[in-house]
């Protein structure tokens, strides 16, 4: 990959990276915060456990992502961004262009997500 595209998806890699600390510190706050709501108020315990299970969850994909994202950006630094993990062709420039991190061409990931790979 040129240096200018690496330089583009970096930019855009760095910016996700940003919103996703963001988005796991705050759902680490509002963790806390449902923790001590329900020691407050036993009576509503089951929709906290739920509200909670659903930020610790939506934290979980937040955390998987970004550290998705990190390992794209020591790709970017090595200079093995945009070669798929599998089959080490280059992965298309719409699939990087949908998804800067990821780590397969559309192919293998395909077939990954047939169980295949
Ligand atoms: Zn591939």
């Given at each position: 990959?040129?240096?200018?595209?690496?330089?583009y998806?970096?930019?855009?890699?760095?910016?996700?990276?940003?919103?996703?600390?963001?988005?796991?510190?705050?759902?680490?706050?509002?963790?806390?915060?449902?923790?001590?709501?329900?020691?407050?108020?036993?009576?509503?315990?089951?929709?906290?456990?739920?509200?909670?299970?659903?930020?610790?969850?939506?934290?979980?994909d937040?955390?998987?992502?970004?550290?998705?994202?990190?390992?794209?950006?020591?790709?970017?630094?090595?200079?093995?961004?945009?070669?798929?993990?599998?089959?080490?062709?280059?992965?298309?420039q719409?699939?990087?262009?949908?998804?800067?991190?990821?780590?397969?061409?559309?192919?293998?990931?395909?077939?990954?997500?047939?169980?295949?790979?």
């Open positions: 990959m040129d240096k200018k595209k690496a330089e998806h970096r930019k855009r890699l760095l910016a996700k990276q940003e919103e996703l600390l963001r988005l796991v510190s705050k759902s680490e706050q509002d963790g806390r915060h449902v923790d001590e709501e329900i020691t407050q108020d036993i009576a509503d315990n089951a929709a906290n456990s739920y509200t909670k299970e659903f930020l610790f969850h939506q934290s979980d937040n955390r998987r992502i970004l550290q998705l994202v990190n390992e794209a950006l020591d790709r970017i630094k090595s200079g093995e961004f945009g070669v798929c993990a599998a089959c080490q062709e280059e992965v298309q719409k699939r990087l262009e949908a998804v800067p991190w990821a780590r397969h061409c559309i192919e293998c990931q395909e077939k990954q997500e047939q169980g295949l790979l």
